[in-house]
Nanobody, 129 residues
Framework: QVQLVESGGGSVEAGGSLRLSCAAS????????FGWFRQAPGNEREGVAV????????????DYADSVKGRFTISRDGAKNTLYLQMNSLKPEDTGMYYC??????????????????WGQGTQVTVSS
């Protein structure tokens, strides 16, 4: 069982930046997919960014939703068991509850919520125009 706790959300103006963090409750050194997802009121949960971890100190590929490419960066600090999402040039449409998630290793991790089985409680991001 892995518990995930997000932090770093808040309210910013359009064009601003935030960095989200997701701390894992235990060593997540085994190979897996990790990701950030978001959900706005009335909308389905959607994938934002994912990263593949190949175990040990080996990182893998990343993938992003088209809407955030070039603005968001996902990364992982294995020593701290922490996942990050750096969000730059934020837009009002980025507003929502952001969740981190972990799922089984795949050769290609995808921004598909159903492929992840551990979820955090979420952190709110609000971007004003």
């Amino acid at each position: 069982q892995v518990q995930l706790v997000e932090s770093g959300g808040g309210s910013v103006e359009a064009g601003g930046s935030l960095r989200l963090s997701c701390a894992a409750s235990r060593n997540t050194a085994s190979a897996a997919c990790f990701g950030w997802f978001r959900q706005a009121p009335g909308n389905e949960r959607e994938g934002v960014a994912v990263i593949r971890f190949d175990g040990g100190s080996r990182g893998g590929g990343t993938d992003y939703a088209d809407s955030v490419k070039g603005r968001f960066t996902i990364s992982r600090d294995g020593a701290k068991n922490t996942l990050y999402l750096q969000m730059n040039s934020l837009k009002p449409e980025d507003t929502g509850m952001y969740y981190c998630a972990a799922g089984p290793w795949r050769s290609r991790c995808r921004v598909t919520p159903s492929e992840y089985n551990y979820w955090g409680q979420g952190t709110q991001v609000t971007v004003s125009s």
